[in-house]
């Protein structure tokens, strides 16, 4: 069937989005136990959790948010957001990074001669 120019999609179960979305079901029901990607509907007899395809877009944007060290808590707050507040998103996140990373190389560098002048004094 044919809906405003759109095929319509059927809802898969867990199984086949899990499949869709190269994942394992748990994580999938651990999305939905923290409230992160909830199915858009659980059938009241058998528990099954149906997914649409259009979620495998946000399951991508969860897991992508995660390689960059997002918190779930911050994912959550940008699963609604356009691309552009992501991308400042992911650019923010790089500058606190690259702030980490300027802190250890300066740890690095005065390792050594810390180390030394501790021996020294002991």
Do not use: H, W
Not at 9 to 29: G, S
Not at 68 to 81: G, P
């Amino acid at each position: 069937m044919i809906l405003s120019g759109r095929k319509e999609e059927k809802d898969m179960i867990i199984k086949e989005f899990a499949k869709l979305c190269d994942c394992n079901p748990q994580t999938l029901r651990y999305y939905d136990s923290i409230d992160l990607l909830k199915p858009v509907k659980v059938d009241p007899y058998t528990g099954y959790r149906y997914y649409s395809a259009e979620q495998a877009l946000d399951y991508l944007k969860i897991k992508k948010l995660q390689d960059a060290f997002f918190s779930i808590e911050e994912i959550k707050e940008l699963l609604n957001a356009t691309d552009d507040m992501i991308y400042d998103a992911l650019n923010k996140k790089i500058m606190e990074q690259q702030a980490k990373l300027n802190e250890i190389t300066k740890i690095q560098k005065s390792y050594q001669k810390e180390m030394k002048e501790m021996k020294d004094k002991i």
